[in-house]
C-alpha cells in the first residue's frame, strides 16, 4: 500500500495542536494573585471572544459591562485583559493612576512599525514618561499650536473657498476626502515645515499599516502561537512598509539636518534633532526613536482627526438648531462679533 503525506492545512493543524498540548504540559501556571472580577462565560482556546462576534466592540463591551459591571475580566485567546467601562474608572487608570497602568504590552505591528515600540503609544516606564514631557513642553504645548495658527487659517481658507465655489456650480464634494487631505497637509507643514515631495506616498503606507494594525495578529492574542504571523506573511508585510517608510523618514531628516542653520521657525523634527543634540535627557534618544514619534504624529493626527469633523459635522446636519447656534458662535469669534 502506497503512504500518502497528508495536505499542508492539515499538516499544519495537527502541528498547531501539538504545539499548544506541548505548551500546557510543560508550562506552570503562577499562583494567581491579585483581586477576582467578574468574568463572562468563557470557551477553551479563544476564551471570550464569542461574546465579541457580530457587533461593533464598543458595542459589544457596553452590553457585557451592563451584565457584569463596569470592571470585568476577559480572556481573549490566551491574553487576560481588564474592561473598564466607567467614566470614574478612566480618570483613575488615565490620570490619577497613570503611572501605575503605564505599562504597554508588546503588539507585533508597533514593533516592527515603531522601531520597537519606541514611540508615544506603546513605549514604557521611563522614555514614556520622558516622550510625554517632551510633547506637553515642547511638541503640543500651548505656544507651539499657536504658532501654527495662519498654516492652520489658510488651509481651512481654501477649503471653504474650494467648496463654496463647488456649492455655486452645483459640483458634488467628497467632504470626507477633502477633510483628509486638509489634516494631512496642516500636520506634514507643522511636522516637516515645508512640503513633503513623497507625502501621498507616505501617507498611503500608514493607511496601509494602520489597517493591518487594526486587524488580527495571532501572535499577539496567542503569544505561543507567534510562528503563525511568519508562516502567513502578517510580519513580512509589516517589515516591507517599515523599510518604505524609513527610507522617506531618513530624507526627512537628512534634510532638516542640511537646512537647521537657516533662521526658519522650527518645526516638529526640529525640535525632536535638538534635543537629541543637546544630551540633557535622562534617556537619550536615537534617529529610530524620532522616527516613530513623527510616525505616531501623522497616525494620531491625520486620520482621526478628519473623521472626527466629518462626523461632527454630520451630526450637526441632523440638527439644524444645533448647526445654527455653532454657525453664530463661529461667525461671532471670526468677525469679533
Known amino acids: 500500500m502506497e503512504f500518502q503525506l497528508p495536505s499542508l492545512p492539515i499538516s499544519l493543524s495537527i502541528f498547531f495542536v501539538l504545539l499548544i498540548i506541548v505548551r500546557r504540559l510543560f508550562t506552570s501556571k503562577p499562583n494567581h494573585v491579585g483581586p477576582e472580577f467578574p468574568t463572562p462565560s468563557r470557551l477553551p482556546f479563544i476564551g471570550n471572544f464569542h461574546h465579541l462576534v457580530g457587533k461593533q466592540p464598543h458595542h459589544a463591551l457596553r452590553d457585557l459591562a451592563r451584565k457584569h459591571g463596569n470592571v470585568m475580566k476577559l480572556q481573549l485567546g490566551q491574553v487576560d485583559q481588564i474592561i473598564i467601562s466607567s467614566r470614574e474608572g478612566a480618570q483613575q487608570v488615565l490620570k490619577e493612576q497613570d503611572a501605575n ?8 505591528a508597533a514593533k516592527i512599525i515603531a522601531y520597537g515600540q519606541s514611540d508615544i503609544a506603546f513605549s514604557n516606564g521611563n522614555y514614556w514618561r520622558q516622550l510625554r514631557k517632551i510633547c506637553v513642553m515642547e511638541l503640543l504645548g500651548s505656544k507651539r499650536v499657536k504658532s501654527f495658527a495662519s498654516l492652520r487659517k489658510e488651509k481651512v481658507g481654501r477649503l471653504m473657498s474650494d467648496v463654496s465655489y463647488a456649492a455655486a456650480i452645483g459640483k458634488p464634494v467628497n467632504l470626507g476626502e477633502r477633510l483628509n487631505e486638509l489634516t494631512n497637509s496642516i500636520v506634514v507643514q507643522a511636522s516637516f515645515g515645508r512640503s513633503c515631495p513623497q507625502q501621498k506616498k507616505f501617507m498611503q503606507i500608514l493607511k496601509e499599516v494602520i489597517k493591518m494594525s487594526s486587524g488580527f495578529s495571532v501572535g499577539d492574542l496567542f503569544p505561543s502561537l507567534k510562528v503563525v504571523d511568519v508562516l502567513t506573511g502578517f510580519s513580512a508585510q509589516l517589515i516591507k512598509y517599515h523599510k518604505k517608510l524609513d527610507v522617506i523618514l ?15 521657525q522650527e518645526d516638529l523634527i526640529d525640535v525632536l534633532l535638538r534635543l537629541k543634540d543637546e544630551g540633557n535627557l535622562e534617556v537619550p534618544i536615537s534617529f529610530g526613536n524620532i522616527k516613530a514619534v513623527a510616525i505616531d504624529m501623522f497616525a494620531g493626527g491625520t486620520d482621526t482627526t478628519a473623521s472626527l469633523i466629518e462626523w461632527a459635522m454630520s451630526e450637526l446636519m441632523l440638527r439644524p ?6 454657525q453664530k458662535e463661529v461667525r461671532a469669534r471670526s468677525y469679533g462679533g
Open 101 to 108: 497602568f503605564a505599562f504597554r504590552p508588546e503588539i507585533t
Open 250 to 264: 531618513d530624507e526627512i531628516i537628512k534634510e532638516h539636518q542640511m537646512n537647521r542653520d537657516r533662521g526658519e
Open 321 to 326: 438648531s444645533t448647526l445654527e447656534r455653532a
